[in-house]
């Protein structure tokens, strides 16, 4: 009898956490067995215990928390933001797709919003944008309340799919927007301030059609937003590489010429 590799140990350690979700006895919230106790009902090794259990991790299936043990987490269930990220970088997700993919989801997440939304829900959606006009000077915070605004409007839509999906997207806009926030102008943060604002009366007033119409338009108005900063970017560097280019050629032409002083 060979050997198992180390990787199809790993797996049988995901396959048994699997049958225990199956069988109803791990539920968001509850606490994996320690990590001797797998290993000894999966009859593998601790170390490839923990192989296992950070390929759970990445499918966002555990969450660990140090010095406490490893958990299924409670909430919406996603694929890990660094898996995502990998993906991101490995097939060149550009920001185009990231903004079609969210039109996609989000225009449809509003609508069901407006249908489905509860009061609680309608309150974080208030309290989301209270949030953005209250943080127009500071472009982080603001990022942070905008967030928040479409990922609790994709949890009001009462569709868990729909809301894991919308929370992907939501983490891997974030990381990119985040090192970009700063460009935003404060005419921008105004539009889209109001812009939010408009997306949640259509919901609190559960018209799911107006708040489809003020989703599709907002994502679009966003999107050109950030297609006009990627050119004004790009514009710049380019004069920046001029710059450089001119300045480097007046520093050769400084130089004194080689024997001048003989």
């Known amino acids: 009898m060979t050997e198992p590799k180390p990787a199809d140990s790993a797996s049988q350690v995901v ?33 490839t215990v923990r192989a296992g259990l950070r390929t759970l991790a990445a499918l966002g299936v555990v969450r660990s928390r140090r010095g406490s043990g490893t958990y299924i987490p409670v909430g919406l269930p996603t694929l890990g933001a660094e898996a995502l990220s990998f993906l991101a970088a490995l097939h060149k997700f550009t920001v185009d797709d990231v903004y079609e993919a969210r039109r996609i989801l989000e225009v449809g997440a509003a609508g069901l919003a407006a249908e489905r939304g509860t009061p609680d829900q309608m309150a974080t959606l208030a309290d989301e944008v209270a949030g953005l006009f209250a943080s127009l000077t500071d472009r982080q915070v603001f990022l942070v309340h905008d967030i928040n605004f479409h990922r609790s409007v994709a949890a009001a839509s009462g569709n868990p799919i729909v809301a894991s999906l919308v929370e992907m997207v939501a983490s891997l806009y974030y990381e990119r927007r985040r090192a970009t926030a700063e460009r935003a102008t404060d005419r921008d943060l105004r539009d889209a301030a109001d812009a939010h604002r408009r997306i949640y009366q259509a919901i609190r007033g559960r018209d799911g059609e107006a708040a489809r119409r003020a ?3 907002h994502l679009l108005r966003a999107w050109s937003y950030q297609a006009r900063e990627a050119r004004t970017n790009a514009r710049e560097a380019r004069n920046d590489t001029r710059q450089s280019r001119n ?9 004194p010429r080689q024997g001048a002083h003989r």
Request: proline letters at 9%; a positive charge.
């Open 247 to 255: 300045d480097a050629r007046e520093a050769r032409l400084r130089l």
């Open 15 to 47: 396959a048994h956490v699997r049958r225990l979700i199956d069988r109803g006895a791990l539920l968001p919230g509850a606490r994996l067995p320690p990590e001797r106790d797998l290993a000894r009902q999966v009859g593998v090794s601790r170390p």
């Open 215 to 217: 989703m599709n338009d």
